[in-house]
Each structure stands twice: as C-alpha cells, then as structure tokens.
C-alpha cells in the first residue's frame, strides 16, 4: 500500500463526495496536505473560509498561528500531516453535525491508517471527542495520553487563542511538549495497553496516574 497513492485517492474522493450536505456549500474540498510518512498529525475541526477558497488546510489567520507553533515545536509543515474531521466547510463556521462527523470519518479514518502517526494532536474539542469523546478540553489540554495504542495530545484550536488571547501563551506552552511526546511514543514502540477509553471518569482517573499516560 503505497501511502501516496491512497492519499491521492483519498482526495480524489473528497472532492467530489456528496455524503452529506455539507457539499452544497463546498467551493473546494480540503482533504488535508503534509508528509505521508508523518510521526505527527494534527486533526482538526473544519476548514474555514480561507481553506474552502484554496483547497488546504489551516491557511488562513488560525493558519498562520499553526505554523508559529509548529516552529516553537520545532516543526514544519511539510514534516507532519494537517487534517480536519470534516473535510467541507460547515456553514458559518458552524460545529460540524454527528451525521457529517459521520460521513467524513471514513476519509479520516483511512488517512490515519495509512500514515500511521506516532502521535496524533487533536486541535479543538470536536476532534478531541473523535478520540475521547467525553472529555473536558480545559481539563486534559496538552496532556498526552495513550488511547489503545496510539498517543493522543488533545489541544485548544489556534483560533482560540485568536478569540481569547489570555489563551495564547498556554497553546504555545502546550506544543512544546510535542517533542517529547513523539520520544514517548518510539520508546514505547507502541505497544501500549489501551489506557482510555470513552468514559469521562476513567479519563480523569488516568489523569491522576501521570506516570501511566506520559514518560516526561
């Protein structure tokens, strides 16, 4: 399985799939762009205006914070993999709905199969709840945890911080932790016993065990 040729065609897809509605609003599908053999993907919630106009992910001002944190992570783009749960733009900027959370995960789904990122950071609570869906974002922000054998670092979106600035300085201390996770992640060769699950109390009870979600 060549892991370029199911991207393409993963974006194939993407461009023309009427799966739900949110393709009457879609100018240009944003099936996610980066490094097929990523350590490290970012999921997050739906493209924007600016993402619906070009095709790509995060290219407007939430955009532009990504790539200053990335650097403060000491990333590029072009090393990781940028993607959305949803890859039309919901109406006004809205939530994407359980129905088109639904219909897209098939696309996300195979992407993070075929990339097979040693850590996944989720941007946003939308995503976040792809991986643990009854957790509290102001609680487990930046905090990386193993969810089966992959581990997952929720954070707050970049737009957060572009509607909450008090946000900022704690996104961007949240994303220096991602070195170490990825360190965590190959030492543990990811052969990590499933250590969340979907159930809000037992995330909080492996938050009280750090030793247990993190090796820093």
Not at 1 to 30: T, Y
Not at 75 to 82: G, S
Not at 149 to 172: F, G, N
């Amino acid at each position: 399985m060549d892991p370029v040729e199911v991207l393409r065609e993963i974006s194939a897809q993407v461009k023309v799939c009427e799966a739900c509605a949110l393709f009457h609003s879609r100018r240009n599908g944003v099936p996610g762009e980066g490094s097929p053999q990523a350590e490290i993907m970012f999921i997050g919630e739906g493209p924007g205006f600016h993402e619906n106009e070009q095709g790509r992910p995060f290219v407007g001002p939430a955009g532009k914070f990504l790539d200053e944190l990335l650097a403060e992570a000491g990333y590029q783009r072009e090393q990781v993999f940028i993607a959305n749960v949803v890859k039309c733009r919901p109406p006004g900027n809205r939530d994407p709905l359980p129905d088109e959370l639904s219909a897209c995960s098939r696309f996300l789904d195979r992407q993070i199969e075929v990339i097979n990122p040693c850590v996944i950071v989720t941007l946003g609570r939308i995503s976040m709840g792809k991986f643990l869906p009854n957790a509290r974002i102001s609680e487990v922000h930046g905090k990386p945890i193993w969810v089966q054998d992959r581990l997952v670092v929720p954070m707050y979106h970049p737009a957060a911080a572009l509607h909450q600035p008090s946000l900022k300085p704690v996104i961007i201390a949240d994303f220096r932790v991602l070195p170490k996770a990825i360190a965590s992640a190959r030492a543990a060769g990811r052969n990590q016993p499933a250590q969340v699950s979907t159930a809000a109390n037992e995330v909080k009870h492996e938050e009280e065990k750090p030793e247990q979600l993190t090796l820093f």
